[in-house]
């Protein structure tokens, strides 16, 4: 049974933004914290961004500054709205609620 769903993924130029989104189909959403993940080829999914129940966030130190993570309780939704795209920040970015449910991902392209 699929429990979240990301959407949002896509291949832009340096400097671009995308905005990743994160819907969670199950009515666990208001107890659980969510984070986003990322994964290139060879090496393990890695900590981007989380948000807590009560909307704390908190970010790698890489993406500070650039990447925002937001949620709305009643959509069921988190959102992570990435600025000024680096081309290290490639990879397959995964949502994760709970440290228990994952979605099936969604590839982000920066490159020239």
């Known amino acids: 049974q699929v429990q979240l769903v990301e959407s949002g993924g896509g291949s832009v130029q340096p400097g671009g933004s995308l905005t990743l989104s994160c819907v969670v189909f199950?009515?666990?959403?208001?107890?659980?914290?969510v984070d986003w993940l990322r994964q290139v080829p060879g090496d393990e999914r890695k900590f981007v961004a989380g948000?807590?129940?009560?909307?704390?966030?908190t970010y790698r130190d890489s993406v500070k500054g650039r990447f925002n993570i937001s949620r709305d309780n009643a959509k069921k939704t988190v959102w992570l709205q990435m600025n000024n795209l680096k081309p290290e920040d490639t990879g397959v970015y995964y949502c994760?609620?709970?440290?228990?449910?994952w979605g099936q991902g969604t590839q982000v392209t920066v490159s020239a």
């Open positions: 199950n009515d666990r959403f208001h107890i659980s914290s």
């Open positions: 994760r609620q709970g440290g228990i449910y």
């Open positions: 948000i807590t129940t009560n909307g704390i966030p």
